[in-house]
């Protein structure tokens, strides 16, 4: 029986040498371009003039800002209940076709949350296929989704996932033993997961828990479908006829969303200290006579997160083709409509990915090797970037290259784009790029320093093929992000310049329905193969 090894839970042991001049002011520059959106956001706030008071404490300012809070409290707390008890279910019982719900329950994160709310407002409200299935069926599924119970449940099935997959994991490599002690001692299984196992998986837990706030407070699509104003729909809203309140609004959701992030990496301190950890197959709990009840629950929640709004989709463009086929009513695009949008799309998220790895590179030697308090500066300015929302990073970009009178050639072009996507989920390859570059033994670095290799042929025949596997993870986060970015692409994009996600948006806002449901599953499709490269299988062959 092999022990369980204790392992920190934080990032990789650094070095203690001093990082080389140009490494530390290289990173210095990314995190300035880095905070480019946020500092403008607050300079135009500064200097606006306005009665900065009187608009904050204004009702046209606390109504949206109480609901913002009021849905990410809501989401981020049924999603953490709802991610810790599907993780629990499918590594820690006895639960039939378990490997099969392993690999189906993340699932929905393919879905971007525009989509998925228009699938439902089709698919679960009468008259709609889902709804009528479920009628036929014995389930009344009586469901007006709009406002906050439509915002609360589109978004809490959605972003589940994020909660469920760190908990599945913490869960699949604690130890045994600690239970089954606790077993002997006479403990109840309840007891058991009280005393032992939830204080192990908290940090999991809240870490999930604050992203799916931060998803929430950013998100814009779905809030809009569904009637529900917050902040990030005031802020579009106003965007052009009232800037100095659009901006003193982004002001309030960027402070929000750094308080999320400040927040985080306060929990995350106080989860870095020693996590044990096993090799050992975890331990299972019999469900016994609660079996059924478990299966329907689970069943329910994956039907209605992922199969629902698929079949949705499916039979709104299968209606579509149909029509088109028997000549009634023509589909009011054609190949080029769905081929040039995708490929926009394809290329724009590999160009943005390849620009975050790049970026994230120098950062990530500088955190992998060195402990330098610039190190730490940098870091918290990347991952700032994360928490600004979208809508906030574009609405920035866009006001300073049209004030910024040597960078006015910049006006809705593609690299402003790509810069607001880097920006935005350059983070997201900053930890799996940080553990690429850990992963490099410096025993092999020195070899070829001796043997006469200088830095960049180090770099490019020993580095990156050690490093490659995890850069391509980040890179693939970055991309599957890009794809399903709607706001800053909305805002940023050039004039005729078309992805999935705007070409989604427009054919639903003009009630284009099947052939909103073409475009959403290409980009279901791709979002799909992305995700079981990136998350699930990884995360199969965690637990």
């Given at each position: ?362 950062i990530a030697y500088l955190l992998a090797r060195h402990r330098s308090r610039t190190g730490d500066l940098v870091n918290t300015v990347v991952v700032a970037g994360f928490a600004i929302p979208g809508l906030v990073v574009a609405l920035s970009l866009i006001f300073w290259t049209l004030h910024a009178s040597p960078f006015e050639f910049l006006i809705g072009s593609l690299p402003v784009l790509v ?93 284009y329905l099947p052939e909103t449901a073409l475009l959403a599953l290409v980009l279901v499709g791709i979002s799909a193969l992305l995700t079981w490269l990136l998350v699930v299988r990884r995360a199969s062959h965690l637990a």
């Amino acid at each position: 029986m092999s022990e369980p090894i204790t392992q920190a839970a934080d990032q990789p042991r650094a070095g203690v040498g001093r990082p080389a001049p140009a490494l530390t002011f290289l990173a210095l520059a990314i995190a300035a371009l880095f905070a480019v959106p946020g500092g403008y956001v607050l300079w135009r706030t500064a200097t606006a003039q306005v009665d900065h008071l009187g608009l904050l404490t204004s009702a046209a300012t606390l109504d949206p800002l109480w609901r913002t809070v009021q849905l990410a409290v809501l989401v981020s707390t049924t999603a953490a209940l709802l991610g810790t008890g599907l993780a629990w279910l499918t590594t820690r019982t006895d639960l039939p076709l378990k490997r099969f719900w392993r690999i189906v329950v993340p699932l929905p994160l393919v879905y971007p949350s525009f989509v998925g709310a228009a699938a439902f407002l089709s698919g679960l409200t009468p008259g709609g296929i889902v709804h009528d299935l479920a009628g036929a069926a014995g389930f009344d599924l009586n469901l007006r989704l709009h406002g906050l119970f439509g915002a609360w449940l589109v978004l809490t099935l959605f972003t589940y996932p994020y909660v469920y997959l760190p908990v599945a994991a913490r869960l699949a490599a604690l130890p045994r033993g600690l239970e089954e002690n606790a077993r002997l001692l006479g403990d109840r299984p309840r007891t058991v997961f009280r005393r032992i196992v939830f204080p192990q998986i908290t940090s999991s837990v809240a870490a999930g828990a604050l992203l799916v706030f931060l998803y929430t407070v950013s998100d814009f699509g779905a809030v809009h479908l569904m009637r529900f104003e917050t902040l990030t729909q005031t802020i579009f809203r106003t965007r052009l006829f009232d800037q100095d309140r659009s901006f003193t609004l982004a002001f309030l959701l960027l402070a929000l969303a750094l308080l999320v992030i400040a927040t985080e990496r306060t929990v995350a301190r106080r989860g870095a200290r020693s996590a044990i950890i096993s090799n050992q197959p975890a331990l299972q709990v019999p469900l016994g006579r609660m079996k059924p009840l478990a299966l329907t629950a689970i069943s329910f929640v994956v039907g209605l997160a992922l199969f629902a709004p698929a079949i949705s989709l499916a039979d709104w463009g299968l209606f579509g083709w149909l029509r088109d086929q028997n000549g009634t009513t023509a589909l009011r695009m054609d190949w080029s409509d769905v081929i040039v949008p995708t490929w926009n799309t394809i290329w724009i998220s590999l160009v943005a990915a390849a620009a975050a790895i790049t970026a994230m590179l120098p950062i990530a030697y500088l955190l992998a090797r060195h402990r330098s308090r610039t190190g730490d500066l940098v870091n918290t300015v990347v991952v700032a970037g994360f928490a600004i929302p979208g809508l906030v990073v574009a609405l920035s970009l866009i006001f300073w290259t049209l004030h910024a009178s040597p960078f006015e050639f910049l006006i809705g072009s593609l690299p402003v784009l790509v810069f607001a996507y880097v920006v935005h989920f350059g983070a997201q390859a900053l930890r799996t790029s940080q553990v690429a570059v850990s992963t490099v033994p410096k025993q092999m670095d020195d070899a070829a320093r001796l043997l006469g290799a200088r830095k960049f042929r180090r770099f490019f025949t020993v580095d990156l093929p050690l490093m490659a596997p995890g850069l391509a993870a980040g890179g693939g986060l970055v991309m599957l992000s890009t794809m399903k970015e709607l706001p800053a692409t909305l805002l940023v994009a050039p004039i005729g310049f078309r992805t999935l996600a705007v070409e989604i948006w427009s054919t639903y806002e003009a009630l284009y329905l099947p052939e909103t449901a073409l475009l959403a599953l290409v980009l279901v499709g791709i979002s799909a193969l992305l995700t079981w490269l990136l998350v699930v299988r990884r995360a199969s062959h965690l637990a």
